[in-house]
């Protein structure tokens, strides 16, 4: 049974960084597309940033792309959001989602909900401007 478990949040001022861990626990991490999403309050979830199997890949929303780094460490089952130069607008609950697959085609794909099987609960993110 898969089971994902965020940890790393909290409150910061404009500007800082902070990183975000996923904690996997399961079958086959390092065979698994990981990502990153976030729902800010009254929106809907959005996707923040996905990796591949192997951590060659890597995607990124619009939003984040320059500021946010994911990146994942296989021999620990742990993949990680390292977030810089946050912004008020970045404040959300962060959640991490394993999929079934090593990787997409298609980069699309990496931002599609319907495309991971797994989700963690979500570490809350405020970000104080």
């Known amino acids: 049974q898969v089971q994902l478990e965020e940890s790393g949040g909290g409150l910061v001022q404009a500007g800082d960084s902070l990183r975000l861990s996923c904690e996997f626990s399961?079958?086959?991490?390092?065979?698994?597309?990981m990502g990153w999403f976030r729902q800010a309050p009254g929106k809907a979830r959005e996707f923040v940033a996905g990796i591949n199997s192997s951590g060659s890949a890597t995607h990124y929303s619009v939003s984040v792309k320059g500021r946010f780094t994911i990146s994942r460490d296989n021999d620990k089952n742990t993949m990680y959001l390292q977030m810089d130069s946050l912004r008020s607008e970045d404040t959300a609950v962060y959640y991490c989602a394993a999929a079934q697959y090593p990787y997409y085609s298609s980069s699309n794909s990496y931002a599609q909900e319907n495309k991971y099987a797994y989700w963690g609960q979500g570490t809350r993110v405020t970000v104080a401007s």
């Open positions: 399961g079958a086959a991490f390092s065979h698994r597309v």
